[in-house]
């Protein structure tokens, strides 16, 4: 082993923490959207807002299924933080993040969007809409 010192930086910020679900199925027609699609979607907004506004937009990307009573449904999961490397005002983070969820939705005909912050929960809606598969006392 060797005993050189290692020159490593710390950086630390205050934690920031952000997860969107968006549905893989354009509307409720269960016509499935290409994650390549969105990951393409995803760098075209992140250049152009390094772009227009010099920001630094990252996000980890995951695979997963929204599940309610008869839906079962692909989605993504965004995770956003404030990266040290670029860090952000939350405030700014937070309006930029609903920024690209409001984008996303609409490329991809999204009825609703829930953005989970360790503060609050929002949904974003287009549509009153409901997913035909989920079984509701009206």
């Known amino acids: 082993m060797n005993n050189k010192k290692l020159d490593l930086e710390k950086v630390s910020i205050k ?5 969107v679900t968006l549905g893989l199925e354009i ?4 016509k499935l959207i290409e994650k390549s699609e969105i ?5 075209n907004y992140q250049n152009q807002l390094i772009k227009e506004k010099n920001l630094i937009l990252s996000v980890s990307l995951s695979v ?3 599940i309610l009573s008869g839906q079962v449904e692909p989605h993504l999961k965004l995770n956003f933080i404030n990266y040290p490397k670029f860090p952000m005002e939350e405030k700014v983070l937070k309006i930029e993040i ?3 969820t409001k984008y996303l939705m609409k490329k991809f005909e999204q009825n609703r969007v829930v953005i989970e912050y360790l503060d609050e929960t929002i949904m974003i809606e287009n549509s ?3 997913d035909p598969r989920i079984k509701v006392n009206e």
């Open 64 to 66: 997963c299924d929204i």
């Open 27 to 30: 509307g409720y027609t269960k």
């Open 128 to 130: 009153e809409l409901i």
């Open 98 to 100: 609903e920024n690209l």
């Open 39 to 43: 990951i393409k979607s995803l760098q």
């Open 15 to 19: 934690s920031f923490s952000a997860k």
